[in-house]
T-cell receptor, first 115, second 114 residues
Framework: GNSVTQMEGPVTLSEEAFLTINCTYT??????LFWYVQYPGEGLQLLLK?????DKGSNKGFEATYRKETTSFHLEKGSVQVSDSAVYFC??????????????FGKGTHLIIQP | DSGVTQTPKHLITATGQRVTLRCSPR?????VYWYQQSLDQGLQFLIH???????AKGNILERFSAQQFPDLHSELNLSSLELGDSALYFC?????????????FGPGTRLTVL
C-alpha cells in the first residue's frame, strides 16, 4: 500500500533561516505528490504539488521536487517568516481505476518560526 | 475560504449514539472525500464519492457510512460511537475523478464522544 514518511517536529527555526522538511514515500504506480499546510483551527490548504517525476512544485517561496529515484519530495524555503508557522503535511494520491483513492498523509511536521 | 462548508462545527455526544456530519462541496465539484484527523492515527482517508457514487474506500469502519445526494452534498454517518471516534472530520472536494487536482478542504467538524 501507499505510505508517506516525514520528519516529525516540532521544528523550531529563527526568522530568515533556511527550511528543509524531508518527505519520502512508497507507492504503487505513479502517484501525484502534494504538500498541504494547516494553520491553527483551520482546514488544510494546498501549498504545492507535482504530478510526475522531476516536476518542481513551487508557491509562496516554498519548493519541492518529485524525485522518483529516491522516492522523495522534500520541502524547502530559503528564508522563513513567522507567518510560516503551521503544520505541514506531505501527501500522495494514486488512481485505482475506479476512482482516486484519497490522499495518504504523513504524520505532519509542526514548524515554529521565532522572531 | 475554500468554498467547502461543513456542519456542525462542533458536536458533543455520548458513547453508543449516532451522528450525521454534513458537507457541501465547492460549486461545480463532483468529488467529495472524507478524512478523519486524530492525535494517534493522524489524517486518514475514509471514503470518496463522485457524482453520487462511491468510488474508493480507505480505513472506514463498518459503523461508519456515507452518501452523496443529487445536489452533490454529502453526509457521513457515524453510529455506535466509541470514545476513540473523537476526532476532527474533514471533507474535501475537487472537480476530477482522478485525484491529480487540488482537493479543497472544509473547516472540519470536531466530534467529541463522552
Amino acid at each position: 500500500g501507499n505510505s508517506v514518511t516525514q520528519m516529525e517536529g516540532p521544528v523550531t527555526l529563527s526568522e530568515e533561516a533556511f527550511l528543509t522538511i524531508n518527505c519520502t514515500y512508497t507507492a504503487t504506480g505513479y502517484p501525484s505528490l502534494f504538500w498541504y499546510v494547516q494553520y491553527p483551527g483551520e482546514g488544510l490548504q494546498l501549498l504545492l504539488k507535482a504530478t510526475k517525476a522531476d516536476d518542481k512544485g513551487s508557491n509562496k517561496g516554498f519548493e519541492a521536487t518529485y524525485r522518483k529515484e529516491t522516492t522523495s519530495f522534500h520541502l524547502e524555503k530559503g528564508s522563513v517568516q513567522v507567518s510560516d508557522s503551521a503544520v505541514y503535511f506531505c501527501a500522495l494520491t494514486s488512481y485505482s481505476g475506479g476512482g482516486a483513492d484519497g490522499l495518504t498523509f504523513g504524520k505532519g511536521t509542526h514548524l515554529i518560526i521565532q522572531p | 475560504d475554500s468554498g467547502v462548508t461543513q456542519t456542525p462545527k462542533h458536536l458533543i455526544t455520548a458513547t453508543g449514539q449516532r451522528v450525521t456530519l454534513r458537507c457541501s462541496p465547492r460549486s461545480g465539484d463532483l468529488s467529495v472525500y472524507w478524512y478523519q484527523q486524530s492525535l494517534d492515527q493522524g489524517l486518514q482517508f475514509l471514503i470518496h464519492y463522485y457524482n453520487g457514487e462511491e468510488r474508493a474506500k480507505g480505513n472506514i469502519l463498518e459503523r461508519f457510512s456515507a452518501q452523496q445526494f443529487p445536489d452533490l452534498h454529502s453526509e457521513l454517518n457515524l453510529s455506535s460511537l466509541e470514545l476513540g471516534d473523537s476526532a476532527l472530520y474533514f471533507c474535501a472536494s475537487t472537480t476530477s475523478l482522478a485525484g491529480v487536482g487540488e482537493q479543497f478542504f472544509g473547516p472540519g467538524t470536531r466530534l467529541t464522544v463522552l
